[in-house]
């Protein structure tokens, strides 16, 4: 039962254009969403967040958009540069105060290639 | 991820043997997650540890899985009788609390690749 998905498994762009990753998700109960940058043989090392009950939060170069009616959140990432290349994981964490604990469901990654 | 410390880092075991991974949080979190990759996937929620107690193990495998958080030193992951399967990479995390009490993003720390033969 795939809560979280990435459909797109890898992505390539030029340096300097946008990249978009995109993120799907099916439990009503996810109330923060996260995405998290890793580089080979590294752990995921944390990137930008969003609350359920907002629609967009912007960091820098990284702008993470939410649509809830959808359950789908997107990764804008302007201008994209060659250290951008990794692989990025989209998740997502039910409410607090359940029985959730905090745990963060992951999607599958996508693999974003920025060339020069 | 500057903070978590997590050893070691590459770790190989013959079926059937065990397999310990450790896990130090950062200075002055008291909550640990584990999680497991399985290549080609993302990260899979396992365990949820306070300091002497066992939160949520939801994602552990019923059997030869085990996980402890003492009062003194790391958590540890414990895998008995390795099979080829359990080859992954573990992750744990630890986390801060907002001034609200909420909790903020997870820190992860640089994993343990572990290759059974």
């Known amino acids: 039962d795939q809560q979280v998905k990435q459909n797109s498994p890898s992505l390539s762009v030029q340096e300097g254009r946008i990249s978009i990753l995109n993120c799907d998700y099916t439990?009503?109960?996810?109330?923060?969403f996260l995405w998290y940058k890793k580089y080979p043989a590294e752990g995921p090392t944390f990137l930008i967040s969003?609350?359920?009950?907002?629609d967009k939060n912007e960091d820098g170069r990284f702008t993470v958009f939410l649509n809830k009616s959808a359950k789908h959140l997107s990764l804008h990432i302007v201008p994209s540069q060659p250290g951008d290349s990794a692989v990025y994981f989209c998740?997502?964490?039910?409410?607090?105060?359940?029985?959730?604990?905090?745990?963060?469901?992951f999607g599958q990654g996508t693999i974003l290639t920025v060339h020069p | 991820n500057a903070g978590v410390m997590q050893n070691p880092r590459h770790l190989v075991r013959r079926r059937g043997q065990e397999a310990r991974l450790r896990c130090s949080p950062m200075k002055g979190h008291s909550h640990v997650y584990w999680y497991r990759q399985l290549p080609e996937e993302g990260l899979k929620f396992m365990v949820y540890l306070q300091k002497e107690n066992i939160i949520d193990e939801s994602g552990m495998p019923k059997e030869r899985f085990s996980a402890e958080f003492p009062k003194e030193g790391p958590s540890i992951l414990r895998i008995q009788q390795v099979v080829r399967g359990d080859s992954a990479a573990y992750f744990c995390a630890s986390y801060t609390r907002n001034l609200s009490g909420r909790i903020n993003e997870q820190f992860f720390g640089p994993g343990t690749r572990l290759t059974v033969l």
């Open positions: 998740a997502a964490r039910a409410i607090a105060g359940g029985t959730s604990y905090g745990k963060l469901t």
């Open positions: 969003i609350s359920s009950i907002k």
């Open positions: 439990n009503s109960m996810f109330d923060y």
